[in-house]
């Protein structure tokens, strides 16, 4: 990567602007509020017995930062029109800091959550963030070897969260998960000080109240019902089906509202191009494929095959790591052959691992459960980064931080609710096999079989969906294989 880019940088842009001290400090900055999601999992239970409260309260210290991240991711695109580049990053990892200070000196649970929703203010503008900068900075061309960076940001940076978060409790005490942050956290804002610059044009559009009211409510009420949708019950209880209905309608205004303005918080029209239509589908399918097999594996290798957690938690390393450090390839892959070479065998391998998934059983081997967790996570890799780059590619650069700001949304949705569903189908599985007399290890496998076979199921239409899949050419001008023009 070249340190400085002057054939993509919009008019008023300084044209010797460095890329990779920019791309450094951004990442930097992405990863460790990323990692932030899944750093408490396995820190939750001390965190109730130190500050004694019952797990369904500290449970709020993951709920609520899902909450605030899928409230304000959606809201980016507005924001990225309003500040500048260095405004945004600085004043988010500032936020971010703040918040982890608080989370590490909290005196009581109140104190620690409140702290905890502080950082998920900065998280859910990070990664828009940076998105938006490596559209703007790097041609299209190269654009694949970039987004491969996210990629790694993305799947390393939660896949060693909760290694990570045992490690320091166990030898520092938890106070250390946040304090341990801090000083990356004010290396990226002393590399962003010195060489950020804006890459965005700030055209501080009409702000429409009603807009961020609906997207709160309609964003916010989804993630929070389908994140809240546990134990037996499930999508049973009245608070969550209430936050779905709410939720649904008032996502449902919102668009209908967008359409109509002329300047709108989350223009929709990026839907008129094919490749990114295509590129949101395939993505929500990819993620609920993954945060679901992060949860149902683990329950499935503890609770049904009668391994230690702390076994079950190795079994899934080696595909997260793995998967983290083979997404800049594929992204170097995706600039020299394209999207097609490597969402096409993504999807049909993803398809064959969840097939052998549906068919475990208790004589199944361990080292079979790690290979195939390793080919679904490697697959998932093929497809994330370059169904993402390939999408945006097609976009006009005033749709970046919309098409951004929507990926990014529908990501933390489709997590959510992949979490939800597939979870709620092996309860359900659970249940009707011990109504039959099978013994609880005997029902947790035949439930998680039964939800990795509608996840099966659905992964088929990511199969068919790839091989609609065609280069982008960007409206700039870049080389592609298809100069495909909005659908009207």
Known sequence: MNTTNTSTAPAG??????????????????????????????ALTPLSEQFDVPHTTIQWLTTGYLLVVGILVPISALLISWFTTRQMFIGGMIIFTIGTLICGFAPNFPVLLIGRLVQATSTGLMLPILMNTILVLIPAERRGSAMGLIGLVIMFAPAIGPTLSGLIVENFGTQWLFFFVVPFALLSIGIAWVYLKNVTRVTKPKINIPSIILSTIGFGGIVFGFSSAEG????????????????????????????????????????????????TILMVIVMMSMFSTMILLPMLLTDGIGLTGTIAGLALLPGGLLNGLFSPITGRLFDKFGPRALIIPGTIALSIVLFFLSNINADTPFALF???????MLSISMIMMPTQTNGL???????YPHGTAILNTLMQVAGAIGIAFFVGIKASGVMSAEADGATEAMAVIA?????????????????????????????????????QQPMH
């Not at 989350?266 to 990114?276: E, G």
């Open 447 to 483: 439930g998680t079989k039964g939800a990795f076979t509608i996840a099966f199921v659905i992964s088929l239409l990511a199969v068919v969906l790839s091989f609609f899949t065609k280069r982008a050419k960007s409206p700039q001008g870049a080389p592609g294989e298809a100069n």
């Open 13 to 42: 842009i300084d044209p010797n602007i460095k890329v990779v001290p920019i791309m450094v400090a951004l990442i930097t900055g992405v990863f460790f509020s990323i990692m932030n999601e899944t750093l408490l999992n396995v």
């Open 232 to 279: 037996e019950a499930g999508f049973a209880q009245p608070q969550v089906i209430v936050s779905i209905v709410v939720g649904a309608i008032a996502l449902a205004a919102f668009i209908v509202l967008q359409l109509r303005l002329k300047e709108p918080m989350l223009d929709f029209r990026t839907f008129k191009y094919p490749m990114f239509s295509i590129s």
């Open 370 to 376: 790690v290979a195939l967790h390793i080919v679904l």
């Open 393 to 399: 590619n097609q976009l006009d650069q005033s749709l």
